[in-house]
């Protein structure tokens, strides 16, 4: 069958440099000093500011004569206010760059007051919509990532996503010069991490490798990339979550989300335009909200995708590959992690279902979902998400 060329017209970009493996952290000073940084900010959140290991790394950065500032007041779905006060906090420190320390938040929190100290315009105006970042200042200050927890890949990624407080909406501010320089990823930071935060990161690293996978457009490294690193969740997510101590697994992990954050580039899609807002409104966690929601989302798009996941099963080694044994597998693995199975759980009211579902539709992420979302159908999967009904949520025209 003859096919249109210029559908494979693409524009591909990859990520950083990767400092990986255990005691990759001792390297920090070095690599402070090879981006010409003298006095960097780190940037995490106010659990991990009071461990010894943020400590370690200051006083590591001291001795070695790169004198290294704190900045802490970071929320667990960061604000605009908190972004606010570390660029107050960059500037007051004299500061030449930032070190993003921590999960998800805290490396988007960081990357984002990097963006922020050299703009004169608000935040706001730099939003992931159209070509929106041109118009920012691109002297953004050099910016390393050490991850702690393994979910959102974001060590690896051009943007962040901050909480507006004036309407409740997460935004995702992108300029590609806020791509950390260097990337730290020791995966003897995360051997403490609980088991429930282990589980829902690992999740938010498969969802976004199976949103990038599915969505549409033709990326093939991308997609490739999102095949291996569900298979690296497969085979070790559950290791690392019931054995927090194996640090082979926890590194299998990390490579899993700096994976899925690469191949995302191509689209996310209804999980995350989903999640989005429920984390918004209710300050969820963003991986657990992901989890819970992925199924609905798969049985949604099934029509348009199921080719693929039956290829995808396959390549997973899952058994009688199909969707029905990859949707199986989701839903063990689920359970294994002890999920929630449906967003009641966490607390989301039907009574703002058509709320959840018109903001769904302006999210960002929405626009490469496989299938086309508007309000009209998001209601109705929003609603099967709550509810918990998978049937319902694979019935939606």
């Known amino acids: ?51 010894p290991m943020v400590q370690d790394v200051v006083s590591r950065n001291g001795e070695a004569g790169v004198p290294t500032g704190l900045f802490s007041a970071v929320k667990g779905n960061p604000v605009g206010q908190n972004v606010e006060d570390g660029v107050a906090a960059y500037k007051e420190g004299g500061h030449d760059g930032v070190i993003a320390f921590g999960g998800g938040s805290a490396l988007d929190a960081g990357k984002v007051i990097a ?63 806020m791509l950390p320089a260097i990337v730290v990823s020791d995966p003897e930071l995360t051997v403490g991490l609980p088991p429930h935060i282990t589980a829902a990161t690992g999740m938010d690293a498969l969802a976004h490798c199976l949103e990038a996978y599915c969505a549409p457009g033709f990326h093939p490294m991308c997609e490739g990339i999102a095949v291996e690193g569900m298979r690296l969740v497969k085979d070790w997510l559950p290791v690392a979550t019931q054995n927090g101590d194996d640090v082979y697994a926890r590194g299998c992990m990390l490579a899993a989300a700096s994976m899925g954050a690469t191949a995302f580039q191509k689209g996310l899609g209804a999980i995350h335009a989903l999640s989005h807002p429920v984390g918004a409104v209710y300050d969820t966690h963003h991986g ?32 009688d590959p199909s969707f029905e044994s990859f949707m199986a597998w989701v839903l063990a693995l689920r359970e294994v992690l002890a999920i929630d199975n449906d967003l009641a759980s966490l607390g989301v009211e039907t009574s703002r279902t058509e709320e959840l579902a018109a903001m769904a539709a302006e999210d960002p992420t929405a626009g490469s979902n496989p299938t086309p979302l508007t309000p009209g159908n998001l209601t109705p999967l929003m609603q099967a998400c709550i509810a918990g009904d998978l049937e319902a949520a694979g019935r939606i025209a």
């Open 1 to 51: 069958m003859t096919k249109d060329p210029s559908s494979l017209k693409s524009l591909w970009s990859f990520p950083t440099q990767v400092r990986f493996g255990a005691g990759a952290i001792a390297g920090l000073p070095r690599a402070c000093q090879s981006l010409g940084m003298q006095r960097p900010l780190l940037v995490t959140d106010p659990g991990l500011a009071a461990l």
């Open 115 to 177: 963006f922020a100290a050299v703009q004169e315009r608000p935040i706001w105006d730099f939003e992931d919509r159209g070509d929106d970042w041109k118009a920012a200042n691109p002297d953004i200050p050099k910016i390393i990532a050490v991850p702690t927890t393994a979910g959102t890949g974001s060590e690896v990624g051009r943007a962040g996503v901050i909480l507006d407080e004036r309407d409740h909406t997460k935004k995702i501010i992108f300029h590609p010069n």
């Open 288 to 319: 657990l909200t992901n989890a819970v929601v992925m199924p609905y989302v798969l049985a949604f798009n099934r029509p348009v995708i199921e080719a693929k996941i039956t290829r995808l099963a396959a390549w997973l080694g899952l058994p």
